[in-house]
């Protein structure tokens, strides 16, 4: 004997699947493990013939060879039918939608996947097999396909279901009796009940998951709860519906959930319950249904995933005006920082919001004067901050809205955009194996381990320090920038730039009591902290600034952390890591700074960029060549527009000698220098200058002396980069010279540096060359009245590789020769100090230089020789 059955409580997919099973084995008998449910009960009853089934009573189980299970998979949903599991004289075939259970059955055959109903499994199958379909299967199977899938609307629907429905429709289905006893219309007991646990429900978001929970209780028994509490979900637009329902001695325990929020049969499966992970229901006997449902609320804390919330994506603080504000200073603020609408707010609450297009229409009319409040909208649909992204986006489709203002109870804390969202729901678009591996959110992911891998243990320990400080004052605390770059590129870092929500004036100065001196620039915000052992931090308030015309200072407002990441140059240095306790570690890139990292591209944040602060042309150039990048197409074709309009041409000087000298002091400059001639940067910088290959050749010489032997050349005092700005002059006339100098405003020392470099190559040519040997000594008293700097110059300058080698003969060890006696020994030995002390150190000096005396002994004996002590 050959038995099919499903799981106790049937629906219209195990009647359905049962029915179609019997087509696969003709031979079988059906049978149910229990009680159906009443809509079920009430099919079976108008057609009684059509599909016998019996009774577990009237089976025989000693006879039963074949067990085929359809619409589950656990032992403990098949009732009496379980004793025949593990018999070996029992075939047991399973045919199933749901996921893994804690009982699974073990079968021969297992035929299992993830579809809306298990009638689409078995329905392909006899599609497959060309098993003919009657036009009154056909339309049960739709049913039970259409009851399980929610009318082809719940999120574990599949193409295939929309396909079976398909085939089903062609081989007879009439689908018009469906509603009829899927949807059936309530009656006034269900009405009541449907009404009674809308009236007692309450909202919570829990862990961004809007959930909805109700209770009510029954003196006579209802059936259909599971659509009551599908329809509760509805109703308050929930990820999450609860319900706790008694009715006569019994509570029942339904749950329904959205795809990948919660696992409701998971969740109930403590209690004994079973079901789908969107669907699941439990039976319990005197139980007070509050009491579980308050007991089940906490469990959701723990048990629900922490999802985004609006919070985690909002933009915070908001530029907002105040209903008084007239239309003229509305419209120049949103002009000046690019916003197409503000919320319009007054003691923290929002009254309205204004778009530009209402500004601009006031405007037209001659309403400049006029104030906000006139013109703004009212009743302004808002989202709460613990709300999740996915209600967010809800609202804003709904409404068809470009933007959100998020309240925490009904205060105005942040605002969110399309944008925003568009970004934050990226990794539910990818497909499940792809958002496994994706980060949350396409701008952060967790860096925490890379903080302590890279950072050296004591900037670790102050960040840190930094971060909890921030934390216990109400802020947030950010490492941004540069540091952020070369901790993702493994490359080292000593800078410490940290960025603070707050104001961090207030910050710098509740550290006055700690072992460091605080300095603080109160116009900006700003300060630097430098602590006991020299680690210096510089801290800025998280700011926008706003340029009022071309190369203009900034003018700057405190912002979110979002706007002081969008005013800075690239997007690879507009990234930002969380050094709060909380968020430690988590990596803020609203731009594609780290994409950008990847591709080695470098590329501005936006196209005016360059227009507002032309330094970002050098800085750029100076970056791609320092990091072996190459600049973005777009960036580089904004890059010489700016070239092209002369906004480099007209930077102070103090602001233009601060980009070279940083250029020119880096460990490799002759790249960046050699790409600024490529992109005519000298030409627009100094016109008429003339770069040739002897300067070209003598920045790749500077470049390699100062990487490769620079550890034995004296102290340039940090003006080694004016040989650099000499070489660039070299083969210019004197007028441009002059004109290079003056364009930079160099102070007299550094000038006297530059004329000596450019005017005395020649002179030193002469004096140094020639195949005649030339006495260290001599070389050296050449270089008395020499700066350094202008020496290293010439020895890169210089064609004649005798005078080059001489040069540098000086640089790496005749400056720093000294002879072994001291001023101190002579005086002890009995010479007095004054002018006759100094020759005899100065000659002592030179006879070391040229290696005539070569030990203390030596040079002792030679001073007692040559000047001897009177009297003595």
């Given at each position: ?34 009680s ?42 098949i ?75 719940f ?26 006893h ?21 909202v ?19 059936d ?24 006569e ?66 933009t ?18 949103m ?20 778009t530009?297009k ?13 104030l ?22 809800r ?36 497909p ?9 959110l ?8 890379l ?61 006055k ?62 990234m ?27 590329k501005?944040l ?11 042309v050098?800085?750029g150039i ?17 890059l ?13 000087g ?13 460990k ?30 003598t920045?790749?010489?500077?470049s390699?002396f ?42 007299p ?18 004096d140094?060359?020639?195949r ?35 040069i ?7 400056h ?14 009995g ?11 100065s ?11 070569t ?8 001073v ?6 009177k009297?003595?």
């Amino acid at each position: 004997m050959k038995i099919i059955t499903s799981h106790m409580g049937n629906d219209f997919d195990s009647i359905a699947s049962m029915v179609a099973a019997s087509k696969l084995y003709p031979d079988a008998v059906l049978s149910l493990s229990g009680s159906t449910s009443r809509t079920v009960r009430d099919f079976l009853r108008k057609f009684p013939q059509r599909w016998p089934i019996v009774t577990p009573r009237k089976v025989r189980k000693d006879e039963v060879t074949q067990l085929i299970v359809v619409d589950t998979r656990s032992r403990s949903r098949i009732g009496p039918f379980a004793t025949l599991l593990g018999r070996h004289d029992v075939s047991v075939h399973v045919y199933d939608h749901h996921p893994p259970s804690s009982d699974d059955i073990d079968g021969e055959l297992m035929v299992i996947d993830p579809v809306g109903a298990t009638t689409t499994l078995l329905v392909e199958i006899l599609l497959q097999r060309h098993i003919h379909v009657t036009p009154h299967e056909a339309t049960l199977f739709a049913m039970g396909i259409y009851e399980d899938t929610g009318g082809l609307t719940f999120g574990g629907t599949t193409v295939r279901d929309f396909t079976a429905i398909s085939n089903l429709k062609e081989l007879g289905a009439d689908l018009t009796i469906i509603p009829a006893h899927i949807e059936m219309s309530f009656s006034a007991s269900e009405r009541r009940i449907l009404d009674l646990l809308i009236e007692n429900a309450w909202v919570r978001y829990i862990n961004g998951a809007r959930v909805v929970l109700s209770y009510t209780a029954s003196s006579v028994y209802v059936d259909g709860l599971s659509l009551f509490v599908h329809r509760l979900r509805d109703y308050f637009t929930a990820d999450i519906a609860l319900a706790a329902v008694r009715m006569e001695k019994r509570t029942y325990v339904v749950a329904r959930s959205h795809e990948n929020i919660l696992d409701v049969s998971k969740f109930l499966a403590h209690l004994g319950g079973g079901g789908h992970p969107q669907a699941s229901s439990v039976t319990l006997h005197n139980v007070r249904p509050l009491s579980i449902l308050e007991t089940l609320e906490k469990k959701l804390e723990e048990s629900i995933q922490p999802r985004l919330k609006v919070e985690d994506i909002m933009t915070s603080p908001v530029m907002a005006v105040e209903p008084d504000s007239s239309v003229n200073d509305a419209y120049r603020t949103m002009i000046r920082y690019g916003h197409s609408a503000l919320p319009v707010v007054f003691a923290g609450r929002v009254r309205g919001i204004i778009t530009r297009k209402d500004l601009d229409k006031a405007q037209l009319h001659g309403f400049g004067l006029a104030l906000v409040k006139e013109f703004m909208t009212e009743s302004v649909i808002s989202v709460a901050k613990e709300a999740s992204i996915s209600e967010a986006h809800r609202i804003l489709v709904f409404h068809n809205i470009g933007r959100l203002p998020v309240l925490d109870g009904k205060e105005l804390v942040g605002i969110i955009t399309r944008t925003d969202l568009v970004r934050a729901l990226y990794p539910e678009s990818l497909p499940p194996e792809e958002r496994k591996i994706a980060p949350e959110l396409p701008w952060s992911d967790n860096l925490e381990l890379l903080l302590q891998k890279k950072l050296k243990p004591r900037q670790l320990e102050v960040l840190t320090y930094l971060g909890e400080r921030a934390e216990a004052l109400g802020m947030k605390a950010y490492i941004v920038g540069g540091i952020v770059r070369d901790l993702m590129l493994g490359r080292e870092s000593l800078d410490l730039d940290v960025v603070v929500e707050g104001n961090a004036v207030d910050f710098l100065k509740s550290l006055k009591q700690e072992d460091c001196h605080i300095s603080v620039h109160e116009r900006y915000k700003t300060g630097t902290l430098v602590f006991g052992d020299g680690v210096k931090v510089d801290v800025a308030t998280a700011r926008r600034e706003f340029y009022e015309y071309p190369l203009a200072q900034p003018k700057v407002s405190s912002d979110s952390l979002k706007h002081d990441l969008y005013r800075r140059d690239f997007t690879i240095n507009a990234m930002a890591i969380s050094i709060t306790p909380s968020t430690w570690g988590t990596l803020v890139d609203y731009f594609g700074g780290r994409r950008d990292l990847k591709k080695k591209t470098l590329k501005v944040l936006h196209n005016l960029s360059f227009v507002e602060d032309s330094t970002r042309v050098i800085r750029g150039i100076r970056l791609e060549q320092r990091l072996n990048f190459h600049i973005e197409d777009n960036t580089l074709r904004l890059l010489t527009s700016c070239l092209r309009g002369g906004l480099l041409s007209r930077l102070s000087g103090y602001r233009l000698r601060s980009e070279l000298e940083l250029t020119m002091q880096e460990k490799n400059p002759y790249p960046a220098l050699k790409r600024m001639s490529e992109l005519s940067v000298w030409d627009i910088l100094f016109p008429g200058i003339r770069i040739g290959k002897t300067t070209m050749r003598t920045i790749r010489r500077l470049s390699a002396f100062l990487a490769r032997i620079s550890r034995d050349f004296p102290d340039f005092k940090g003006d080694e980069w004016l040989a650099f700005l000499a070489a660039l002059a070299m083969e210019s006339d004197e007028t441009i010279q002059s004109s290079v100098l003056d364009r930079l405003s160099l102070a007299p020392r550094e000038r006297e540096i530059m004329v000596q470099s450019l005017d005395g190559l020649g002179a030193a040519e002469q004096d140094l060359g020639g195949r005649i040997p030339k006495k260290n000594s001599e070389i050296y008293h050449y270089f008395y009245e020499v700066s350094p700097v202008t020496a290293l110059f010439w020895s890169a300058a210089t064609e004649r590789w005798r005078v080059r080698r001489r040069i540098l003969s000086f640089l790496t060890k005749l400056h720093k020769t000294k002879s072994y006696l001291t001023g101190r020994d002579l005086i002890q030995m009995g010479y007095r100090g004054g002018p006759q002390l100094g020759q005899i150190l100065s000659q002592l000096r030179d006879r070391c230089l040229d290696e005539e005396l070569t030990s203390q002994e030596e040079e002792l004996a030679w001073v007692q020789r040559n000047f001897p002590i009177k009297g003595v």
